[in-house]
């Protein structure tokens, strides 16, 4: 299939799927007599598994690392197990931070009762250094 088709069955822009090719993501495709890219059903494959990957929050790193992985199908998961684990953190503290977040413009929100800008609390709190 052509690049086109390629980026039209994942939901991945052209661009997206050149660049993964020039940094390994994905193998080079093979050329056609006149010259356009050939992806496969493996590079279908692949491409799905690095969208998946990258929709859980997952660093480029780590979709190489994972896809490494993936290539051993014999071996125990325990690296796989851990890069989730991982990444699980990293979501419990991105949770966190904006749960933290939301706590501060509710509080800002329930702080002003002005009728002006000039009395708002929210224009106030926004004017003052950070903690």
Same mark, same amino acid.
């Given at each position: 299939? !052509?690049?086109?088709?390629?980026?039209?069955?994942?939901?991945?822009?052209?661009?997206?799927?050149?660049?993964?090719?020039?940094?390994?993501?994905?193998?080079?495709?093979?050329?056609? @007599? &006149?010259?356009?890219?050939?992806?496969?059903?493996?590079?279908?494959?692949?491409?799905? +598994?690095?969208?998946?990957a990258?929709?859980?929050? +997952?660093t480029?790193?780590?979709?190489?690392?994972?896809?490494?992985? &993936?290539?051993?199908?014999?071996?125990?998961? %325990? @690296?796989?197990?851990?890069?989730?684990?991982?990444?699980?953190?990293?979501?419990? %503290?991105?949770?966190?931070?904006?749960?933290?977040?939301?706590?501060?413009?509710?509080?800002?929100?329930? &702080?002003?009762?002005? @009728? !002006?800008?000039?009395?708002?609390?929210?224009?106030? &709190?926004?004017?003052?250094?950070?903690?």
């Open positions: 299939m !052509r690049i086109g088709e390629l980026a039209k069955a994942t939901g991945t822009k052209a661009e997206t799927i050149r660049y993964y090719e020039r940094e390994g993501i994905l193998p080079a495709a093979d050329r056609t @007599d &006149s010259n356009y890219r050939d992806y496969s059903d493996e590079h279908l494959a692949t491409l799905i +598994f690095v969208r998946r990258r929709a859980l929050g +997952f480029m790193a780590q979709v190489r690392e994972l896809l490494a992985l &993936s290539d051993h199908e014999d071996k125990p998961c %325990r @690296d796989v197990d851990q890069l989730v684990q991982r990444q699980l953190g990293e979501v419990a %503290r991105k949770i966190a931070d904006l749960t933290s977040l939301q706590d501060e413009l509710q509080h800002m929100l329930r &702080s002003c009762q002005a @009728d !002006r800008i000039g009395e708002c609390r929210i224009v106030e &709190s926004l004017a003052r250094p950070l903690r």
